[in-house]
């Protein structure tokens, strides 16, 4: 079935460090894909999204590129700050269901 | 408020008692999905209505689990017989039927069974 594969956090940056957050995917065909993010004490937010391959979504700074070849849409952002930190979570879509992966805690520091 | 909201934010019961959860979507959206969130975890479908009816239930864990969604507003999440292994954080979304992919997640309920 489908899946989605984050690398393991937390994640621990420097304010104005460089970010990449690994996602890999299994599907069937090509499905949309999704970043979400969590910050402390809210719920859900869609960060960005890219609906088929090779489109960049981009928001807020972050960034993640629809790979094919690789199965994969790393987030990327190039200064992160500290009100960035939160969990991110990445997901794809089959029919109706979202489908996530186990999310990644990203703490920035100042 | 816009958004999607949930009551109650915070539940604790006993083993063995029954649960009611509810979630108010997006005014004009005529999809919900409900979500089960355990702890590390990112959240797991349950359960799709499109209007007032359940278009994919193949999620619920069990027959312990129902939702309804009678007049195609308003959702409740129902559990019966709770069991330890019911403590999560059940997320409630909705989508507006014209943008196929996006969905709007409400802020949960917190479930803890004790």
């Known amino acids: 079935g489908d899946s989605v594969t984050q690398m393991e956090g937390p994640v621990t940056l420097s304010e104005e460090a460089f970010l990449t957050i690994n996602c890999t995917y299994t599907?069937?065909?090509?499905?949309?894909l999704f970043w979400y993010v969590q910050y402390p004490g809210e719920g859900l937010q869609l960060l960005l999204k890219?609906?088929?391959?090779?489109d960049k979504g981009s928001n807020k700074g972050f960034e993640a590129t629809y790979r094919k070849e690789t199965t994969s849409f790393h987030l990327e952002k190039g200064s992160v700050q500290v009100s960035d930190s939160a969990v991110y979570f990445c997901?794809?879509?089959?029919?109706?269901?979202?489908?996530f992966g186990a999310g990644t805690i990203l703490r920035v520091k100042s | 408020g816009a958004g999607v909201s949930q009551t109650p934010s915070n539940k604790v019961t006993e083993k063995g008692k029954y649960v009611e959860l509810r979630c108010d979507p997006i005014?004009?959206?005529?999809?919900l999905y409900w979500y089960r969130q355990s702890l590390g975890q990112g959240p797991e479908f349950l359960i799709y209505?499109?209007?007032?009816?359940?278009?994919?239930d193949s999620g619920l864990p069990n027959d312990r689990f129902f939702a309804v969604r009678p007049e195609g507003s308003v959702s409740t999440l129902k559990i019966q017989r709770t069991e330890r292994g019911d403590s999560a954080v059940y997320l409630c979304?909705?989508?507006?039927?014209?943008?196929?992919?996006?969905?709007?997640f409400g802020p949960g309920t917190r479930l803890t069974v004790l």
């Open positions: 979304a909705s989508r507006n039927q014209g943008l196929a992919d996006t969905q709007y």
């Open positions: 599907a069937t065909g090509y499905p949309s």
């Open positions: 890219a609906t088929k391959a090779d």
């Open positions: 997901a794809l879509i089959r029919g109706n269901k979202l489908v």
């Open positions: 005014s004009g959206h005529t999809a």
């Open positions: 209505f499109q209007g007032t009816g359940a278009a994919d």
